[in-house]
């Protein structure tokens, strides 16, 4: 009996001791290491002007998630609904948000027993056992049925699984970031190929503009030419300056296909199911940046908020990996039935049932644990650099931005006066070339450098527009700001001031957001039996839905008349102290009383390149 005690005694103290070490395994806080980054932007000292900064301005906050509004171009708007509607890319991130959640949930879930129903019915022969059957006797059979409630739980003594749920959770943040960073990225995308089209139209119509003044002026020196107040070299060089401008124009009418095509794919459409655009640059806006953002802004781009939710997600793989280390405890109890013959199966006497705790401690594993964990500590300091560089490549994308911006300014303003000079030296060359004062070689080199600077002017227009727009893009713009990632830790403030923002030529009005109904319509129970609803492909935050009800109302407008898209929640929702972001469902109200009927809309709809299927309320 004493002996006993002392075996009772040691494994209890050796138990203690593995518990107090497992303590340790589990922290209960995560950090995200604090970068220095500086109170301004440093390309922002060089733009201030006080001329401008006692103007009002817009607040950034109130600016950045439509961003592009601020442009003020209508057809800039409608691309942009398209884009947040049909863009493959938002729908692949946004399904990733779906799956990751799924697997959060799957992870949160295995903290938990597992409670299972065994049910077995068998034959067994011999009824002695395998090779018991005396020699020369018939091999008998009988019958096995048992049926039972049992319970299995590995005790999450170390914090393995809890560490494994919060950093699933971690990685369905991430995901949550990487769709709000490939919305940023996309709404940046459209409105550049967008800049980009319209300044090569304008490019053409300034080459066109030139073949047309090139070609009056080799008439005139063929007429020249016949009276003897010309020569043969004179003519030949214009001819050579005509054909060189026919020759431009091809060039640049391929590089706008093939911007119009990037720009379809960009929104979703092919590009014969996009219409083509007649406005010029100069339709854009274009917002004064006005000095004092400060670059912790960026700590909210989705981007870095993404590198973020990684790290912490990496720091509790660490916890994980420490866990797997020490020796689990696994609970197994089963209670049930058990009998040879099926109608004695519930009789009291066939009564069974166990309980088993088991802890198993590995003693050599030739390293695998030990190095799983060096593994997850060596991952998590890749991230800790690579979360850093992520916001450092912001601050330089900004800066750039910036740069790009107070340098195409100073360049415009050059280009400007030499527009104007090479203009009037164009009128007074031709002038003396007329009055023979000057050859016709002065006469050519002007009218190359006049057309060279016009279509220089616009290419410096077009680097100040997607200066712009990269500005917008290096600040998150096309994503709204959320609060800290959950747990315990140091977290960025995200309690920024924004001094700083757009001075604005026009106020931005509100968008109208109607169309969507909320909360679910209650249809009678007889009723529900008849009806049919069309739902649309995909999923959608708040913002998508939006932009897909104005892009069918402009693409569909007779289809849409007095109808609207019944919001369905997902299930797939993130939660913050600010905000609760979820996803949705779409479908076609009113709902139809047949399922042809419903099937007949959905076919308007997909003749319209609209992926959709009938589906019951």
């Known amino acids: 009996m004493k002996r006993n005690f002392r075996v ?9 001791g593995v518990f107090l070490v497992g303590c340790a395994a589990k922290r209960d806080e995560y950090h995200v290491p604090q970068v220095p980054v500086p109170d301004t932007f440093y390309q922002s000292r060089a733009l201030e002007d006080p001329a401008v900064v006692s103007f009002d301005q817009t607040p950034l906050e109130s600016i950045l998630p439509d961003w592009w509004r601020v442009l003020g171009n209508t057809e800039l708007d409608r691309l942009m609904d398209m884009a947040l509607a049909r863009n493959q890319d938002l729908r692949i991130a ?4 779906a799956h990751s959640q799924a697997r959060y949930r799957q992870a949160y879930g295995e903290q938990w027993p597992t409670i299972s129903v065994p049910a077995r019915a068998g034959i067994e022969a011999p009824e002695q056992g395998v090779g018991d059957n005396p020699r020369g006797e018939k091999v008998r059979s009988q019958n096995i049925f048992e049926m039972s409630l049992r319970g299995d739980w590995r005790v999450d003594l170390w914090g393995e699984k809890s560490a494994s749920a919060q950093a699933a959770q971690y990685r369905f943040w991430m995901a949550t970031f990487e769709h709000e960073a490939a919305r940023m990225n996309v709404t940046a995308q459209v409105a550049s190929a ?5 300044a090569l139209t304008d490019r053409i119509n300034v080459a066109r503009e030139s073949e047309r003044v090139v070609m009056e002026m080799l008439r005139s020196v063929k007429e020249r030419l016949e009276y003897g107040e010309s020569t043969r ?13 026919k020759a431009v124009i091809p060039e640049l009418e391929l590089q706008r296909d093939e911007v119009f095509h990037r720009l379809s794919r960009l929104v979703g459409v092919t590009p014969s199911d996009l219409e083509t655009f007649e406005d010029t640059l100069l339709s854009l806006g274009l917002p004064r940046v006005s000095p004092g953002v400060p670059s912790s802004l960026l700590l909210l781009r989705p981007d870095v908020r993404s590198a973020e939710a990684d790290l912490l997600a990496s720091d509790a793989d660490i916890d994980v990996a420490r866990a797997r280390i020490l020796p689990p405890l696994d609970l197994t109890a089963q209670i049930g039935y058990g009998s040879r013959h099926l109608s004695q199966l519930f009789m009291p006497h066939s009564l069974a049932y166990n309980a088993i705790a088991s802890i198993t401690a590995t003693l050599f594993d030739g390293g695998v644990r030990r190095n799983e964990e060096i593994f997850a500590r060596a991952r998590n300091e890749e991230l800790v650099e690579h979360y850093i560089r992520v916001i450092y490549d912001a601050v330089t ?3 750039d931005a910036l740069a790009t911006i107070r340098r195409t300014e100073q360049r415009l303003a050059a280009i400007d006066a030499a527009c104007e000079a090479s203009e009037r030296a164009l009128d007074y060359s031709r002038e003396l070339f007329n009055l023979q004062a000057i050859d016709y070689l002065t006469v050519l080199i002007t009218e190359r450098t006049h057309h060279q600077n016009l279509d220089q002017r616009i290419q410096i227009q077009l680097e100040r527009y997607l200066g712009t727009i990269r500005l917008f893009q290096a600040l998150g713009g096309g994503s709204a700001v959320s609060e800290p990632l959950p747990g315990k830790g140091h977290r960025p403030d995200h309690e920024l001031t924004v001094a700083g923002g757009l001075i604005l030529a026009d106020p931005v009005e509100p968008v109208k957001e109607t169309g969507i109904v909320w909360d679910p319509p209650v249809w009678p129970e007889e009723e529900r039996e008849h009806l049919w609803l069309v739902e649309l492909s995909g999923l959608y935050d708040r913002t998508a839905a939006y932009a897909l009800v104005r ?3 402009k693409e569909l407008q007779d289809f849409m008349l007095n109808r609207e898209l019944l919001a369905v929640e997902s299930g797939v929702q993130r939660e913050d102290g600010r905000q609760r972001l979820i996803w949705y469902r779409l479908r076609l109200l009113p709902a139809a009383d047949d399922k042809d009927k419903a099937q007949q809309i959905c ?3 997909a003749e319209n390149k609209r992926r959709c299927h009938v589906v019951k309320p």
């Open 603 to 605: 076919d308007i709809l």
């Open 397 to 399: 994308e900004v800066e």
């Open 94 to 97: 946004s399904f990733r948000v």
């Open 8 to 16: 009772f005694h040691a494994l209890s103290c050796f138990l203690l």
């Open 194 to 198: 967008y800049a980009q089209y319209l």
């Open 233 to 245: 070299l004179d003519y030949e060089q214009q001819r050579s300056a005509v054909y060189g401008v």
């Open 551 to 553: 892009d069918l109302h």
